[in-house]
């Protein structure tokens, strides 16, 4: 049977990575900041949980370094949009970039190894029923982010922020303090995807071996539309395609055939969510 509870199990681990980075990214959106460097936010996060972890011995000093890390480098994306006003699309794709280069350059300097750094004695995190606690930490985070996004005087400003930032202004809400206060909190959700990646999924280190799960988290916040629990089954969707190609490699599909499956379902589904806005659009433009 190819639908089964081992499948559900697999796409909930794979869902996790994508969960977080997603939800820093609609919390970017929510504040008026597209954040499209999550890709690079999180391959920071993976190496610096592994390398922290491997030095000192203890998983959970790479996660809490993950966090700091991820959150230092999305400064990057703070000063450079929101002080010095540049293009966040431009900056994101640079961060991107910067990431891959970096970490594997670090991979080389720290650990004299190209490709991978797999070492039986890195530290990976505990699983409890199956999943991480980072995994848990990812569905609550869903919960909080509905709460406070739709009900608390954080989340209202910090939409105000996002829709209205002059009349948001006008009121005593500084646009920056909370630009800023949500490119930092993506950082470290990201941090902590990454950490989920490298330490909980697997317990090693490759070189770029996000490979677009950040990418694919932009998507997620897009059909979403910002929104938690959208964003939730948007992620979720992902992780099914990633499950199902792993299970259909398992079947004999060639390994680039299942690899390809979430990157497709990501296609098909940014056709049909552009088709459907098309069609909301025409009837406005006929009208007038």
Partial sequence: MFFDSDLLMSALRALTPILLAALGGAICERAGVFNIGLEGMMLMGCFTAVATSWFTGSAWLGVAAAALAAAAYSLILAVGAVTLRGDAVVLGVAMNLLAVGLTGFLLRTVFG??????????????????????????????????????????????????????????????????????????????????????????????????????WIAVV???LGRAAPVG?????????????????????GLPQQATDAAPYVVTLGALFLTTARRRRRIRPSGAAT
């Fill in 220 to 222: 997620a916040v897009m």
């Fill in 113 to 214: 190894v190209q490709g991978t750094f797999d070492d039986p004695s890195l530290a990976g995190l505990p699983l409890v029923g199956g999943f991480t606690p980072l995994a848990y930490l990812s569905w609550a985070a869903v919960a909080v982010a509905a709460v406070l996004l739709s009900r608390h005087v954080w989340g209202l400003r910090l939409r105000g922020v996002g829709e209205a930032p002059d009349a948001a202004a006008t009121l005593g809400v500084s646009p920056v303090t909370y630009k800023y206060g949500a490119i930092l909190t993506s950082g470290v959700l990201c941090g902590l995807a990454g950490a989920q990646l490298a330490l909980g999924n697997v317990t090693l280190f490759t070189e770029n071996m996000t490979a677009g799960r950040g």
């Fill in 231 to 251: 964003v939730l089954l948007a992620a979720l969707l992902f992780g099914l395609a990633e499950a199902a190609g792993f299970r259909l490699q398992g079947l």
